[in-house]
């Protein structure tokens, strides 16, 4: 009786996590896709969709305390795996090519360098930073999203900006 009692309590917390899952998808999916449609155009609804399969796939509580920033950053996240597979893809055609024959346009190979340049950077830094530049956010948003102060988001952004103009100076 005991093994019966189990499987429906898990089944139970599992239809709460379900609960819980959608509750958050139909606060936060309307926003999300208005705020990445900008930058990813016809793209959006399948990084939305990944997004959400991705956070679905987390065994953890839903308990999130800044929704937003957090699904940014699973955006964000996403972004640089599908970059990281982007070169990877690029470093095996390149080795199997003649030299010289598919070499990176500048533009690319200044993307990649600040793409790195950000990834080196604190991850408070990096926090404000991205938020700020890829999130389109403004500091009082940061603020509210990081719970920190308007100031202190001002003072991370001067030191992240300062360490990038610094490494791209190098």
């Known amino acids: 009786m005991s093994e019966a009692k189990t499987v429906g309590d898990e089944n139970s917390g599992r239809s709460r996590r379900h609960a819980r899952l959608e509750a958050f998808y ?10 990445l449609r900008g930058r990813f155009g016809s793209d959006t609804e399948d990084l939305v969709q990944e997004i ?17 920033a957090f699904l940014l950053k ?6 640089l795996s599908g970059d990281r ?15 010289g024959t598919m070499a990176l346009e500048p533009t690319q190979n200044a993307a990649v360098q600040i793409q790195e340049i950000v990834l080196a950077l604190p991850q408070p830094l ?29 003072w991370r952004m001067t030191k992240a900006l300062a360490q990038c103009a610094a490494e791209l100076r190098r």
Do not use: M
């Open 74 to 79: 699973v955006a964000f996240n996403i972004g």
């Open 126 to 154: 990096r926090d404000v930073f991205v938020l700020s530049r890829f999130g389109g956010l403004t500091n009082n948003q940061i603020a509210e999203q990081l719970d920190i102060s308007p100031k202190t988001v001002e």
């Open 26 to 35: 139909r606060r936060y999916s309307p926003w999300l896709t208005a705020r």
């Open 85 to 99: 597979q982007h070169r990877r893809r690029r470093q095996i055609l390149d080795s199997a090519a003649p030299l």
């Open 52 to 68: 959400w399969l991705r956070v679905a796939a987390i065994e953890a509580d839903l308990d999130i305390r800044h929704p937003r």
